[in-house]
């Protein structure tokens, strides 16, 4: 049955009294057509009167007759789907909804109730529980239940952290429709979940029953490891990372378990195996030079070579291993038909600069590329920010969405940033991400705008279609470019400038450590992965010739892990025990940025140095000792103190390490006179004028696009 077709223009025009009228003088002329009395009540269930609407169906719902029941039925569900298909969900869940009063056990009835509930933003989990509908689902009772709307609610129930969300889950198991495509979808729900909004307890969960039912993937292990890393349950974290290693055997399956196995084995300390996995790492990572082992679903792979970077200052070695592995990648990663982007023959135009990455908020790129996002000048540029991810937060409202024209959220999801950006006709993409996640390197792979920029995040990616690569005179050496893929862009005295730090009320004092104002604090702020035992002997060494020094390491994970590391070191060193103090994280940033005023000097690591750490320092005008090497990783506080006008603190090898920690733990007159230097920099210091560096950005973008319009005219 349908509506009549003299009344599709009611319908159409919301003219709901007309329709009411039109099945009234139906009724009054045959009163025994019971069809009309349920259009009847449809019509006074359209202007909100659902008692009315009851009404006329009451005869219908007291009789017995089981033709007439059907036929009411029909029709309401049949209305139901229509409101449904025209996405006028409030009014097909009321329809679903006497439907359900009507018939309560009716499964696919209560599937479109709670699918229609969670569109509206009105479903309560409870329901769940309250209609018993995991059982009824489990009991059956010969329903023919609809697998893809079963589907559809499954996906959204799921995004809601709560144990009957795991029994409904558990439920569709038993109904054998999970497929291997939806198993993904679960995984990317347990992302979101557990990563984004931090419910990583429920996301293990989530997981875990996957796991029960036998859908067992490298995927599924490797997000197990991610969540109990979160947790800094480091010793579930490895048992899963194992896992990866034992159960799968591809190269990518290989490069993966290595990457879980060495960030275990760095956040614990464990350096025995970290040099063990690393070199097994290396001469794997030597071993590939094709792809014919890798699907393009192995993504992933350029993940693995982070770990490199912790493990030696090797320039010319670990350039070499992640400009293949960035080729390859690309490779894995590139389309059938090249973009094409549009012909713009002119330099008189504002720049459309796209910044893309999952750290525009309370994290350390967000933190310091802020300042730049304040100061572009908007009637040169327009700025558009690509969140690979949608786990933006305040941080993010306060201090990137009023300096900015776009912010798109891709749901990591590709294919979607890659056409949003190319649509958006960005004429420079901005990497901030580099090799910390592959996500954004399988965009910059593709290459959605004509010219591609690694900017912050991390040393560059290798990754052919990036163009350049954001230094300056100081963070590589000079004959760095023989080893990079990328162009070098130097700019002429910083690669990265703020105007300071938010800095709370501080809350530790030397007296809370038994300490005075003559016992001399050397603070490490690094977590293990950057504290291997080559470096930490180094300022043991540095503690035990100062009298009355201490070395205060801070607990970023594991803290057992932590103090058994230290501890070991210090006894091999013949250092005494109570000359080290372990301090837990504080409670914010601002705080912790607050009680770096106990410490007398800050100890810098090697080969992977401090970058905001080491920034938030030399703010608070503590000195810093750091060993140079040569890689960027092992460049970020020399060129940051070279920027802030200070040389003192500054080592070439281990031994000028030592020697520089012992100066200034032992000489009270020059640390006065660094943090002098310090404190006047503020005024004068490149590093300090995040104005100044916006202007020097700018001026390296345009010249990045003269270029390339002049070579689009030599060569159209």
């Known amino acids: 049955m349908s509506w009549q077709r003299e009344v599709e223009n009611f319908l159409l025009n919301k003219d709901y009294d007309q329709l009411i009228n039109f099945y009234e003088n139906k009724i009054e002329i045959n009163s025994e057509d019971l069809t009309n009395h349920i259009y009847l009540g449809l019509a006074y269930l359209f202007q909100g009167k659902k008692e009315e609407a009851q009404t006329s169906w009451l005869y219908i719902l007291t009789q017995e007759d089981e033709e007439s029941f059907n036929k009411l039925v029909g029709i309401l569900k049949e209305e139901a789907q229509r409101q449904k298909n025209i996405k006028n969900y409030s009014l097909s869940l009321s329809i679903y909804l006497i439907i359900k009063d ?68 558990e439920t569709c198991f038993h109904q054998d429709i999970i497929t291997v495509e939806f198993l993904n979808e679960i995984i990317n729900i347990s992302y979101k979940v557990g990563v984004e909004r931090k419910y990583q307890i429920y996301a293990i969960d989530l997981l875990n029953l996957c796991l029960q039912y036998n859908f067992k993937t490298r995927n599924i292990y490797q997000m197990l490891f991610l969540y109990y890393s979160r947790l800094n349950d480091y010793q579930n974290a490895l048992c899963f990372a194992k896992e990866v290693y034992s159960q799968f055997h591809t190269l990518a399956d290989k490069l993966t378990a290595y990457d879980c196995l060495l960030k275990c084995y760095l956040n614990l300390g464990d350096w025995d195996s970290v040099i063990s996995t690393g070199i097994e790492l290396k001469d794997l990572l030597n071993t590939i030079d094709n792809l014919n082992n890798f699907s393009v679903n192995d993504d992933h792979i350029i993940a693995a070579i982070v770990n490199l970077l912790y493990l030696q200052d090797n320039l010319a070695e670990n350039r070499r291993i992640i400009n293949k592995i960035g080729s390859l990648f690309q490779a894995l990663n590139q389309r059938m038909q090249p973009l094409i982007y549009p012909n713009i023959q002119t330099t008189i135009k504002p720049l459309k600069i796209g910044y893309i990455g999952h750290t525009f908020k309370t994290h350390s790129v967000g933190i310091l590329s802020r300042w730049l996002m304040a100061y572009h000048d908007k009637n040169k540029f327009e700025i558009n920010l690509y969140f690979t991810q949608n786990n933006q937060n305040d941080f993010t409202e306060k201090y990137f969405t009023p300096f900015v024209n776009h912010i798109f959220y891709g749901d990591r999801n590709t294919n979607t940033l890659i056409n949003k ?55 590589l050496p000079d004959h760095a470019q023989e080893y990079y893929s990328e162009k070098i862009w130097r700019l002429p005295q910083t690669y990265l400038a703020i105007d300071g730090f938010e800095i709370a009320t501080p809350t530790r004092r030397r007296e809370d450590f038994g300490l005075g104002k003559d016992d001399v604090i050397f603070m490490n702020l690094q977590n293990p992965a950057k504290l291997n035992p080559d470096i930490l002997k180094s300022q043991l060494k540095i503690v035990n010739a100062v009298p009355h020094g201490y070395l205060f390491t801070k607990i970023r994970k594991d803290e057992e892990a932590l103090k058994e590391l230290v501890t070991k070191v210090a006894k ?140 689009k005219k030599i060569n159209p």
């Open 102 to 169: 009507i018939l309560p056990d009716n499964i696919n009835n209560l599937l479109e109730v709670i699918y229609l509930s969670l569109q509206l933003n009105k479903f309560n989990i409870n329901d769940l529980d309250t209609w018993n509908i995991s059982q009824l689902i489990r009991e059956n009772n010969h329903q023919v239940i609809k697998s893809e709307l079963l589907l559809d609610v499954l996906t959204k129930i799921i995004e809601i952290p709560h144990k009957l969300s795991l029994i409904f889950l």
């Open 572 to 711: 091999s060193e013949n250092v005494s025990l109570e000359k080290l103090r372990f301090i837990p994280s504080d409670i914010t940033v601002e705080t912790h940025r607050a009680n770096l005023s106990i410490a007398d000097v800050v100890l810098d690591t090697y080969p992977y140095n401090g970058s905001t750490t080491t920034l938030e320092a030399l703010w608070a005008e503590i000195p810093v000792v750091t060993r140079v090497g040569e890689q960027f990783a092992a460049r970020n506080s020399y060129t940051y103190m070279i920027n802030a006008g200070i040389t003192e603190g500054i080592a070439w090898s281990d031994e000028e390490y030592v020697e520089w920690g012992i100066k200034l733990g032992t000489d009270e007159q020059l640390r006065k006179e660094v943090s002098w230097k310090l404190r006047q920099s503020k005024k004068t210091s490149p590093l300090w004028n995040g104005k100044q560096f916006t202007r020097e950005m700018e001026k390296a973008y345009q010249q990045m696009w003269d270029i390339y319009i002049n070579e």
């Open 421 to 475: 950006i190319t649509q958006d006709e960005i004429d420079i993409l901005v990497d901030v991400d580099s090799l910390t996640l592959n996500l954004t390197c399988a965009v910059m792979a593709v290459k959605p705008a004509p010219i591609q920029v690694t900017w912050l995040g991390l040393d560059a990616s290798g990754i052919p279609n990036i163009d350049y690569y954001i230094a300056d005179p100081y963070v």
